[in-house]
């Protein structure tokens, strides 16, 4: 661990943020159980798949890379490369990205929820 570890709190706090407004939102879509683990597992393989994890985002061509930068996960992966290997400080625009997608996903479960609280 190369950077300090207040960044690395940080960069979790605003991953888990996002990853929990995406399962609010993935809940309220789906149906069934089944269904949202389905959900779950469709993202999950795209955020390995795409995110950088394993392919380095330079490699991929121009729509595949408009998805990865989609994906919450190529934010997160990028910062804690940065703060834990090469112990750069962080990446603020890269940080707000990637909060500013965990709070779209929170106002949209809230419009949801409060559309389906609405019509019961």
């Known amino acids: 661990m190369l950077?300090?570890?207040?960044?690395?709190?940080?960069?979790?706090?605003?991953?888990i943020f996002t990853s929990?407004?995406?399962g609010f939102v993935i809940s309220l879509v789906a149906k069934t159980d089944s269904q949202a683990v389905q959900y779950s597992m469709i993202l999950l393989l795209t955020?390995?798949?795409f995110s950088g994890a394993f392919i380095g985002l330079h490699l991929?061509?121009?729509?595949?890379?408009?998805v990865s930068w989609a994906i919450p996960a190529t934010y997160g992966i990028r910062l804690l490369q940065d703060i834990m290997l090469r112990g750069y400080l962080v990446?603020?625009?890269?940080?707000s990205g990637l909060t500013a997608?965990?709070?779209?996903?929170?106002?949209?479960?809230?419009?949801?929820m409060r559309r389906a609280m609405a019509q019961a």
Not at 3 to 14: F, N, Q
């Open 60 to 66: 991929l061509r121009g729509p595949v890379k408009i």
């Open 47 to 49: 955020s390995v798949f």
């Open 91 to 95: 990446n603020t625009l890269l940080l």
């Open 101 to 112: 997608i965990g709070v779209v996903f929170f106002l949209l479960a809230w419009f949801m």
């Open 20 to 22: 929990l407004g995406i």
């Open 3 to 15: 950077g300090p570890w207040s960044l690395y709190v940080l960069i979790m706090a605003a991953l």
